[in-house]
């Protein structure tokens, strides 16, 4: 399973601060891989944290031999 979520103060806004994170659990919910990051540069939504959540955990699941042999299942609080 991969979680992810991504959050924004002051959303939308020219002082945004936009925040993105994931985890991934095995079958024995043992987590074995997690990342987060803040969006810079840009007018910061929390949508744009959410898909660079799902964005940057997809891109480490395919870099990984162990884990790109299987689905990912995405768990997320957003419906896209």
């Known amino acids: ?8 103060k002051a959303n ?3 002082t945004a ?21 803040l969006i810079s540069g840009e007018i910061s939504t929390n949508n744009k944290g959410e898909l660079e959540a799902i964005n940057s ?3 480490f699941v395919s870099g ?3 884990l790109n042999t299987r689905p990912a299942v995405i768990v997320s609080d957003s419906l896209y």
């Open 57 to 59: 955990a997809l891109k």
């Open 1 to 8: 399973y991969v979680f992810t979520d991504g959050a924004c």
């Open 17 to 37: 601060a936009a925040s993105w994170a994931f985890y991934i659990c095995d079958r024995n919910h043992k987590v074995i891989a997690r990342d987060s990051g």
């Open 12 to 14: 939308g806004s020219t």
């Open 64 to 66: 990984s031999s162990e």
